[in-house]
Each structure stands twice: as C-alpha cells, then as structure tokens.
C-alpha cells in the first residue's frame, strides 16, 4: 500500500512539474492516457531514484560535502532526466528537455511530494 501511495504523489508531483516548469512537457491527448503516461513515469522515476541515488551519493560524496548538499539537486535533476530518456524509449508522451528544466522540475516534484507526504498517514508512528 505504500509503494501505490508513494507512486500516486510522485506521479501527481509530476503533473504539477508539468504545469510550472516550461520544458516539461506532457502530450498525451486524453485524460485517462495522461493519468497513466504519469504512473508510468512515477514508476520509472522510482525505480531510478531507487537504484542509482545510493549509488551516485556514495561515489560523489564529496561532492555532497563540499557544496553543503547542493549538489543534490543537480543529482535529481540528472534523474528526472533519465526518467524522461526512459519514457522515451518505452513511447511514453513525458518530455523534459533539457537540464535546466529538469533541475527546475526535481525541485518542483520534491516540494510537492514532501508537502503530498504530510498528509499520508505513516503507520510507523502507531508502534
């Protein structure tokens, strides 16, 4: 249950990406493709952060260090990225061109799946 929750703010997260961020775009022509091109990606996007951030933060942890977590955001930014590269290759209509679009939409879709998050309910906290 939680990884659906986690799926459906991040792929929310990245509708609002495509609202705000010019360079992000979202061409599907119905509602119902677009709902799901957007938990495609949510799915692909996660299964990216899953698998590459451990492993770019700990080869560029000096990075992280020197630029006080800075770099973070050019490490999501390189992510979401990926994940639009991803999209394309599976004909999916989810496009970020560029970096500065995608370093701008990764903070966009952290905001918003950080403020999603606070109103998910964590089990964790009953034990």
């Known amino acids: 249950m939680k990884i659906l929750i986690r799926v459906v703010t991040t792929a929310i997260a990245l509708w609002v990406a495509t609202l705000i961020v ?15 091109t957007l938990i495609v990606v949510a799915v692909v996007f ?35 990225w990926l994940a639009s590269w991803a999209a394309d290759k599976m004909n999916l209509p989810f496009h970020v061109s560029g970096f500065w679009a995608a370093f701008w939409g990764a903070i966009v879709v952290g ?8 109103f998910v309910h964590d089990d964790r906290s009953e034990e």
């Open 22 to 36: 010019s360079g992000i775009d979202l061409t599907a022509a119905s509602m119902p493709r677009k709902v799901g």
């Open 46 to 80: 996660g299964l990216i952060n899953a698998f590459l951030k451990p492993i770019i933060k700990t080869l560029g942890c000096v990075f992280y260090i020197l630029t006080l977590g800075l770099f973070a955001f050019v490490v999501n930014g390189l992510l979401l």
């Open 111 to 118: 905001l918003v799946s950080w403020l999603l998050n606070l």
